[in-house]
């Protein structure tokens, strides 16, 4: 029995999907991420930045148009406005935590990198913290891989 060309070009093209899948299996390329819990749900990067930014908008909505944040290392609370959110920076850290970089302009015109750490409660995504992570480009620290995770690390180490 002879097969035709179909025939023969379905087959190859079957064995091929099949080695492929094979292939990737046994070598991948990219590491993957862990794979969202079963029924949580996976915010996109739009949904990310309009929760971050809705939530900054209603504080400063509150504030006089600031975004006032306390200051521990400099003794003072900043007035800031948002510049704008690193859409390059928007990250899913876990399950439920997602983080964002943010840069601000200050009242006293200095450039204020917040970093944002957000939580799905179930409903929504929640403001979980806030840390100051540079002025004017100077970082107060960095971020290093560690087992997997990111984790901050004193500036310059």
Same mark, same amino acid.
């Given at each position: &029995? ?8 379905? *087959? ?11 292939? /990737?299996?046994?070598? @991948?390329?990219?590491? %993957?991420?862990?794979? @969202? ?15 971050? !930014?809705?939530?900054?908008?209603? %504080? ?7 975004? @006032? ?13 948002? $510049? ?10 876990? *399950?439920? %935590? ?8 200050? +009242?006293?015109?200095?450039?204020? +990198?917040?970093?944002?750490? &957000?939580?799905? $409660?179930?409903?929504?995504? /929640? ?8 002025? +004017?480009? #100077?970082?107060?620290? +960095?971020? !290093?891989? #560690? ?6 690390? @004193?500036?310059?180490?």
């Amino acid at each position: &029995m002879i097969a035709s060309r179909k025939e023969i070009l379905i *087959a190859f093209a079957a064995a091929l999907l099949l080695c492929g899948t094979a292939i /990737a299996q046994e070598h @991948p390329e990219h590491p %993957t991420g862990k794979a @969202p819990a079963k029924g949580a749900h996976t915010y996109t990067m739009d949904e990310l930045e309009k929760a971050i !930014k809705g939530q900054i908008i209603a %504080t400063q909505d509150k504030n006089g148009g600031k975004y @006032p944040m306390k200051d521990d290392k400099e003794n003072k609370t900043w007035s800031m406005v948002l $510049d704008h959110v690193h859409r390059e920076r928007l990250s899913r850290l876990d *399950a439920k %935590t997602y983080f964002a970089c943010t840069d601000f302009k200050s +009242d006293d015109g200095h450039v204020v +990198d917040v970093d944002f750490f &957000m939580k799905d $409660d179930g409903e929504k995504l /929640a403001m979980a913290d806030a840390t100051i992570h540079k002025v +004017d480009g #100077k970082a107060r620290y +960095d971020w !290093k891989e #560690k087992g997997g995770y990111w984790v901050r690390v @004193p500036a310059g180490k």
